[in-house]
């Protein structure tokens, strides 16, 4: 989206308070439009999911898991979807300070392994 269209749903959105877009959407223009925009949105959303949910498979098989098929990579992040979804907001935020040090961690670590690979050019 570009600045114009923010400021555009800016004024929507100032001029009626404590509405959301789909009660707008039906203001400006009817149950029709209204059931153009569930479309698509519901349309946006799945097309992220399926986005994101191939983005992952592939990256997880490169990095972990070579020869698993992608079912069960898929099943995986479906469950912790599901998961993620039943503990809500707090644990979310929860599991996200006790793994982000982890990472940060692996991530330093993994850097000082590959340092002796690292090959100094003289200039």
């Known amino acids: 989206m570009q600045p114009s269209h923010f400021g555009i749903l800016f004024k929507f959105f100032f001029k009626f308070p ?22 698509l949105v519901a349309l946006y959303l799945t097309t992220s999911v399926v986005l994101v949910l191939s983005e992952f498979n592939e990256n997880i098989r490169n990095i972990l898991f070579k020869n698993a098929p992608s079912e069960y990579i898929n099943l995986l992040f479906i469950i912790g979807m599901f998961v993620g ?19 940060l961690l692996s991530l ?5 392994a590959y340092l002796k690979t690292i090959k100094k ?3």
């Open 121 to 123: 050019e003289k200039n």
């Open 85 to 103: 979804l039943l503990c809500g907001f707090k644990g979310i935020f929860r599991t996200s300070v006790i793994i982000a040090p982890i990472i």
């Open 18 to 39: 404590n509405k959301d877009f789909f009660e707008i959407s039906e203001y400006v223009g009817g149950k029709t439009l209204r059931n153009i925009s569930y479309f």
């Open 108 to 112: 330093f670590y993994m850097f000082y």
